[in-house]
């Protein structure tokens, strides 16, 4: 059974900062993950998506990784303003049960200014 | 392009109660799926509607029920409502070709609060 987490739970950091946040996975037959972002008591907004096949993705100042072998994918979040402050969540479809998404719980960032 | 549209935004039941929730999926799109969100977790899979059928179904009573319609637009129909079923209840949408969930676009959500 697929199992996602995500560490830290919270993050706290000063504006400017470059920071980098952890997801893990169990198995690693994916097609994709996807890592998201969530405002408070808001939907989700996806922010990049990596197939199986590739090593990682770009958008702006965000970066996402995948290493299928190893079960894990960073998020790394250049010059960091009050504005990335969200919780963020990855999440991995996985090859066995294709049609849904298996979550992490969130990391909860905080920018200060 | 509207993307991804939820009602109601909010909502308040009473345990026992019904509630129907509504989703209307980005333009074309052919696949809804739902999950349910509670405070301070991640999204759970409640089930996904493709052709109008039920494609899969995540760990969830049969309380819950669901509706694909042939303009793909959905409905979420939870029966007797528990405490426990207060959360956030995000629809998201995608093409499903192939049999393969390709990147899904979210919803705003309905706020459901049971008391």
């Known amino acids: 059974k697929q199992e996602v987490t995500q560490i830290p739970a919270a993050l706290s950091v000063p504006e400017g900062e470059n920071l980098v946040l952890n997801c893990s996975f169990t198995?690693?037959?994916?097609?994709?993950l996807q890592w998201f972002r969530q405002d408070p008591g808001k939907g989700l907004t996806s922010l990049l998506l990596i197939q199986s096949s590739q090593r990682e993705q770009t958008s702006g100042r965000l970066n996402a990784s995948l290493d299928k072998s190893s079960g894990r994918s960073t998020l790394y979040i250049a010059a960091s303003q009050p504005g990335d402050s969200a919780t963020y969540l990855c999440a991995v479809a996985p090859r066995d049960s294709n049609y849904q998404l298996i979550w992490g719980a969130g990391t909860k960032l905080i920018i200060k200014p | 392009d509207a993307g991804v549209t939820q009602s109601p935004t909010h909502l308040i039941k009473t345990r026992g109660q019904q509630v129907t929730l509504r989703c209307s999926p980005k333009?074309?799109?052919?696949?809804v799926s739902w999950y349910q969100q509670a405070l301070g977790q991640g999204p759970q899979f409640i089930f996904q509607y493709y052709e109008e059928e039920e494609r899969q179904r995540g760990n969830f009573p049969d309380r819950f029920s669901g509706h694909q319609f042939p303009n793909y637009s959905s409905e979420l129909n939870v029966n007797a409502l528990l405490l426990g079923d207060s959360a956030l209840y995000l629809c998201a949408s995608s093409l499903g070709l192939a049999g393969r969930l390709y990147e899904q676009y979210f919803g705003p959500g309905t706020r459901l609060t049971v008391t």
């Open positions: 198995d690693s037959a994916i097609y994709n």
């Open positions: 333009s074309g799109h052919d696949t």
